[in-house]
């Protein structure tokens, strides 16, 4: 009969070798072989003064190798794995991944390792992972130290930061217990992070209008007083893009970062009316482009299925004919509707920075965003909800994920439904061009 074969994580029979020295047994050498997690066969001994001192130094290597899951590789993880070689585990997955964008791994990345560049505004200890839970053992890491981490990131209000850390240390556990050195993943077992849900806030006609006629007016450079914007004096001229980009904010609800990615070429100028094709956004990863990190990512936050065409109302077009010569563009022009003073693509940052001068005190609490609630408001109060959703490029309306059906075999047609006649008649009092 053939030999049965050693189990996984089970050894086969103890061997004895007297160690010599000088002719005389200064003590012995106990030894097996042990099979791995991976199948292999693997020598394995210890010394002692006596037999039974051997057998019994052998016997706890034995225990601990059972109970780490094997021999450590440079792969594997086990119960003495620390969160440090973890995380750094966890990155590397994340990198070989295709359904995480580059910018994404930039956001996991920063919340797990401490930033190495210089800046004041960093503080001095920030609450990373790395920084927190870096030296606990796979044993050591349970709910209540999971807790103790999340704790003062909760207490300082931060509750999207929490939220984004339990997301990573539960990828990064899964990992642990997919490798044997934990049984369950002690994430699961956290409290829920709950945030109390704020009522859309949208703009008013008569706001709409009074916001319209404080941007063109601070693009002169003119005191604002009611607004607390003195007058300019110097430094860089007031950009007179931020009116028009608020113009388009309306006319297709799309995002701020989709708005500052168009392109003369993305606006259809053979139909009428003029329609516009919202396929990119402006994403940050740094080292990437020649804007510090920012660059024209060529597709939208929800990838292809965000990817619309949209019918401009007569407000947008007269925009871009007199405030952007629109009538003189060429055909495949890829200029940037909105570049930086360099040509380049405009920053997040320094455009909302832009766009808090701008605003003042009297419109502190407007942002890009409001402009999509408030389209969002006056489609669904004129149309449907499902007009609102496309319009926005959401997937489907109340945030549903498609069927398989509609998702992978469906035909997705980007051209949505034609609200541009109910937006000009919104915005026909607003005082546009």
């Not at 189990?7 to 020295?21: H, Q």
């Amino acid at each position: 009969m053939p030999k049965t074969p050693t189990e996984i994580g089970t050894y086969g029979d103890i061997s004895y070798t007297a160690i010599t020295k000088g002719g005389e047994t200064v003590g012995y050498r106990a030894r097996t072989r042990f099979r791995d997690e991976d199948g292999e066969l693997r020598l394995v001994e210890r010394t002692g003064q006596s037999k039974s001192k051997a057998k019994s130094q052998l016997v706890v290597a034995l225990k601990q190798r059972v109970a780490e899951g094997g021999a450590p590789t440079d792969g594997s993880v086990t119960r003495n794995t620390t969160m440090n070689k973890l995380a750094d585990l966890y990155l590397e997955e994340c990198k070989l991944d295709e359904g995480i964008s580059p910018q994404q791994l930039h956001h996991i990345q920063r919340e797990i390792n401490v930033s190495k560049l210089k800046d004041r505004r960093v503080k001095a200890t920030p609450t990373k992972i790395k920084t927190t839970m870096g030296g606990l053992r796979m044993f050591e890491v349970t709910t209540a130290r999971i807790e103790l981490h999340l704790r003062p990131i909760l207490a300082a209000g931060n509750k999207a930061k929490a939220e984004k850390h339990k997301q990573i240390l539960k990828a990064m556990l899964d990992i642990a217990v997919r490798h044997g050195a934990l049984k369950q993943n002690p994430v699961q077992a956290l409290k829920p992070i709950r945030y109390k849900a704020g009522r859309p806030k949208a703009l008013g006609r008569e706001e709409t209008h009074r916001l319209r006629a404080q941007l063109r007016l601070y693009a002169t450079g003119a005191a604002i007083p009611e607004a607390g914007i003195p007058q300019f004096v110097k430094g860089p001229r007031r950009s007179p893009l931020l009116a028009v980009a608020t113009d388009l904010w309306m006319a297709t609800g799309a995002r701020c970062c989709e708005v500052l990615a168009l392109r003369r070429c993305d606006v259809d100028r053979s139909l009428t009316p003029w329609r516009v094709t919202i396929d990119a956004t402006i994403a940050y990863v740094p080292g990437i482009g020649t804007q510090g990190g920012y660059f024209r990512q060529e597709h939208t936050k929800t990838g292809e299925d965000g990817k619309r065409v949209i019918v401009l109302p007569p407000f947008a077009i007269r925009t871009l004919q007199e405030a952007m010569g629109a009538d003189a563009w060429v055909d495949h022009d890829e200029t940037l509707l909105f570049p930086c003073r360099t040509g380049g693509v405009w920053s997040t940052a320094n455009f909302f920075r832009a766009w808090r001068a701008a605003c003042g005190t009297t419109f502190a609490w407007v942002t890009p965003k409001s402009f999509r609630k408030t389209v969002a408001t006056v489609l669904e109060n004129e149309h449907d909800e499902t007009t609102a959703g496309k319009q926005l490029g959401h997937l489907q309306p109340g945030g549903k994920r498609k069927s398989v059906t509609r998702k992978h075999y469906i035909e997705h047609d980007p051209l949505v439904p034609d609200s541009s006649a109910t937006l000009e008649e919104f915005y026909a009092g607003t005082g546009a061009i």
